[in-house]
Nanobody
């Protein structure tokens, strides 16, 4: 099992930026991917971005393309989500998750361990 702790959420105005961090501990594997999801009240959990742990491959959901960047620091076992040009519709709880596979999945059902989430609120 992998323990995940997110941080970096907060409140910003539209157009602002935030950087989320996800620190992993416990058992970590070379062949895993990390994903960021978000969930707004009354909505399903949505894929935001994913990154392979060793290969550096990335994939983005439509809402994140061109505005968000996922990266990782393997030495620190940490994955980041840099979010720029934030919009009110980006308001949600953001979660990081682990998938024990090399390819990046986009469904939350493909991920095995989850962090507790961090709130992001964007005001207009």
């Amino acid at each position: 099992q992998v323990q995940l702790v997110e941080s970096g959420g907060g409140s910003v105005q539209a157009g602002g930026s935030l950087r989320l961090s996800c620190a992993a501990s416990g058992r970590t594997f070379s062949s895993i991917t990390m994903g960021w999801f978000r969930q707004a009240p009354g909505k399903e959990r949505e894929f935001v971005a994913g990154i392979s742990w060793s290969g550096g491959s990335t994939y983005y959901g439509d809402s994140a393309k061109g505005r968000f960047t996922i990266s990782r620091d393997s030495a620190k076992n940490t994955v980041y989500l840099q979010m720029n040009s934030l919009k009110p519709e980006d308001t949600a709880v953001y979660y990081c998750a682990v998938r024990l596979a090399r390819n990046i999945g986009t469904s939350p059902y493909e991920y095995h361990d989850w962090g507790q989430g961090t709130q992001v609120t964007v005001s207009s």
